[in-house]
């Protein structure tokens, strides 16, 4: 499943990389959120990971603390998110 948003508007923010391949739940979710409290509002972060469980996760993340989640794809084995820190989402 592939999720498309129009990028243009967001190309000229900052790209934070999550390189979590190989790890298991919790460990993408919680490099997710440390990145996130990191961040600057309106600042991007891509999440590389290979846990399948990762992909709801990440969705329920982005739905909960009111992040937008941009992009998401899945490269054989490999599941991409690209998520933006919203502007007055929930700090948890």
Not at 26 to 55: C, F, N, V, W
Not at 78 to 90: R, S, T
């Amino acid at each position: 499943m592939e999720i498309k948003y129009n990028l243009k508007e967001i190309y000229w923010r900052p790209i934070l990389k999550i390189k979590a391949q190989g790890l298991l739940c919790p460990e993408p979710i919680m490099m997710l959120h440390k990145a996130i409290q990191d961040a600057q509002e309106g600042e991007r972060i891509e999440l590389y990971a290979t846990d399948p469980s990762t992909e709801k996760d990440v969705d329920r993340f982005c739905e909960f603390l009111g992040h937008n989640l941009l992009k998401k794809n899945k490269k054989s084995d490999i599941f991409y998110f690209l998520i933006q820190k919203n502007e007055g989402a929930i700090e948890k």
